[in-house]
C-alpha cells in the first residue's frame, strides 16, 4: 500500500517533534509554548503565505508548516498537564 501525502505529512511532523525534543528543553508555560507556536505560525509560515502564489517556495512553506504541527504536539505533550499549564 502507498503512502498518501498524509502518512508522509505525519511522519515528517513526527521527525520534526524528535529533532525539536533533542534540540530544545520542554517547554515551561502555555505563555512560552503560545509565543513559539506564534512565531512558527504567523512569523514564519506566514511570510510564505503572504508572498505572491507565483513565487512561493513551496518547500519552504511545507517546512514551516510542520514545524507548526511539531510545536502543536510539544505543547500538548509538555504544557498540557498539571505542571506546567497551570503556571
Not at 533533542?22 to 512565531?39: D, K, L
Not at 512558527?40 to 513565487?55: D, M, P, R, S
Request: glycine share 4%; proline share 3%.
Amino acid at each position: 500500500m502507498r503512502a498518501t501525502p498524509y502518512d508522509i505529512a505525519i511522519a515528517d511532523v513526527a521527525s520534526e517533534v524528535d529533532s525539536a525534543v533533542r534540540a530544545w528543553p520542554p517547554m515551561n508555560s502555555a505563555h512560552e509554548g503560545f509565543g513559539v507556536i506564534y512565531e512558527e505560525f504567523i512569523v514564519e509560515l506566514g511570510a510564505h503565505v503572504w508572498t505572491k502564489q507565483k513565487n512561493r517556495d513551496l518547500a519552504a512553506m511545507r517546512k514551516e508548516a510542520i514545524q507548526v504541527a511539531a510545536m502543536a504536539i510539544r505543547f500538548a505533550a509538555e504544557v498540557c498537564t498539571e505542571e506546567r499549564g497551570r503556571r
